[in-house]
């Protein structure tokens, strides 16, 4: 096995596999698993995890024996934006009960349409979130009576 | 059969149902037209809006976006060359050939009464198949269940467009994610990890829409916040003679291949839409004119694309078997209305059933009448910069989840849901798998062990009744069935071709 290969893909994939169903089966494993005739809490989910486990490794052989294969540098280029997607969309969840959908939204589309391309300079961003988060508001909240927390819990009667 | 599509009829057209019918199709092809925004994330996304309503409106207007998107993708297809639906990739094809020799009108016109007819077949074939099978499957017991399960899994992980390791995985992922919460039989909470919210287990709507919404913005976003835009013009929307006689024998032969692949589990109308491609090009005298703007090309995999649409809907109402991801949503949304679908729901709530078929054929014509006077907006909506439309979406999912349970923890699933799904599809997995998986999972398990009890503890439930181990034996066929392996070919030929074509 060459280090040219280990960097593939699915050398990983198939490791990623491995780990997920080995941790799977590992924890129905505190569960009872019974037999077939007589299964148990644990029975199929430790049986799934030996089937992931089992899968990741043909992914994994497979893909040492294989040719032309896309490393794993190449399939996960271009992830770099997602972080920035994700982690506002956390600190929404963090601050939305505490500060309000009214605030929170407001900041999380700002956020996204700046980094959409409008930049922060721009008073666009801002408007655009402004109008959408009201939107939402009046649709979800108003319209349907979802229950989203508009305004900041400061213990007042809204 | 009649009296319940006449009575059906008189359900569908009252006003509130045509209402939202005529919503339903609309943004069917709204998020049809749009690419990047598939109807498995737009039905999760408004599954939560519909719990206040009538049931038998909620699932008129859910499947009205399910076969409205497979009718709006073939715009964006022919107009772009980028397919607006997974059903609608063979048509950027000829489709978009069509459109570059100043023929869009055509295609458009073609496409649209290719699908009309073929949801009007489809609208019939329900009605007829529907009402046999569910006289058959209403002995079906715990032991036919599980059988058909078990067939539906292995077809949909050896229809899917990955490796076969990767979409077995996958399935176990799905049944892993299902079984998270208390067990069915003894009431233990298991695979929580002491998290109190788990121990009612995972919904099916941030798992949905984190695994196909937010990772398909990811990935859309990956490309950067624009993407390309209409150099065509429409032309007449009045195809020639000509055209309309090639078209015909590919429309009836579209129809009739598409409903029979949406009633196989796995199927649907991507897979109905690749398959009537090949067979096209495999009956027609001038093969070599495919892929240079054949009217057959863009004829029968439309027309298939809707008719499995139609078809697919056969073994949720009749069996309670979601047959794809959307139909396992589709199972959410009854459920989610306290209703069964399946052998008894034609029984007890005849009203509903006749009244969401028939609202089918209403919505076929509705589509047709909408959808070509109103290509004009939809070509404007192709302008509509993504940079403006990607936060929208993530905002309306977040909501939407948030909606449901009123939980910021189903938040936190739909973020994880979708790394997860963003990482999944970036590393080349099938996700389809994982969610019907997913659905069938707690039932699986579920009709498993009551088999077992019913053979006290030994096989002899499977063994002794005839037509679980029919349907038992055709899964174990399909594992070593050479035909699965041509159809997956066949799929494999019409995506490259397709990706030739772009």
Known sequence: ?158 | MLDGMLAGAVIALQPTNLLFCLIGVFVGTLIGVLPGIGPVATISLLLPLTIGLDPTAAIIMIAGIYYGAAYGGSTTSILVNVPGEASTVVTCIDGHQMARQGRAGSALALAAVGSFLAGTLGTVGIATVSDVVMRYAIRFGPPEYFAMMLLGIVLVVFLSSGSIPKALAMVALGLFFSQVGQDIVTGETRYTADIFELSNGIDLIPLAMGLFGISEVLLNLEHGAERSTIAEKVGSLMPSAQEWREAAAPMARGSLLGFLLGLIPGGGPALASFASYALERRVSRTPEQFGKGAVAGVAGPEAANNAAASGSFIPLLTLGLPSNAVMGLMLGAFIMHGLTPGPLLIQNHPGMFWGIVASMYVGNVLLLILNLPLIGLWVQLLRVPYRLLFPIILLLTIVGTYSVNHSVFDVYLLIFFGALGYVLRKWAFDLAPLVLAFVLGSQLEQTFRQSLMMGRGSFDAFLQRPTALVILAAAAVMLISPVLGLVRRSRTLAVKAASDAD
Do not use: K, N
């Not at chain 1, 809490?41 to 497979?62: D, N």
């Not at chain 1, 997602?82 to 969309?89: E, G, S, T």
């Open chain 1, 1 to 158: 096995v060459t280090a040219a290969r280990l960097v593939r893909r699915d050398v990983w994939t198939g490791a990623f596999l491995v780990a997920v169903g080995g941790a799977i089966a590992a924890s129905a494993a505190a569960h009872q698993i019974g037999s077939l005739a007589r299964p148990g809490s644990g029975f199929l989910g430790f049986h799934v995890g030996l089937v992931i486990v089992v899968m990741g490794a043909c992914v994994l052989i497979g893909a040492l024996r294989g040719s032309d294969m896309p490393s794993l540098a190449q399939s996960l280029a271009g992830m770099r934006r997602a972080p920035a997607m994700l982690v506002p969309m956390l600190v929404f969840c963090l601050v939305l009960e505490r500060i309000g959908f009214l605030l929170a939204g407001f900041a999380l589309m700002w956020w996204l349409f700046a980094v959409a391309g409008g930049g922060f300079r721009s008073p666009r961003p801002a408007l655009y979130s402004l109008l959408t988060t009201a939107a939402t508001w009046l649709l979800f909240d108003r319209l349907l009576g979802s229950g989203l927390p508009g305004l900041p819990s400061l213990g007042l009667p809204f």
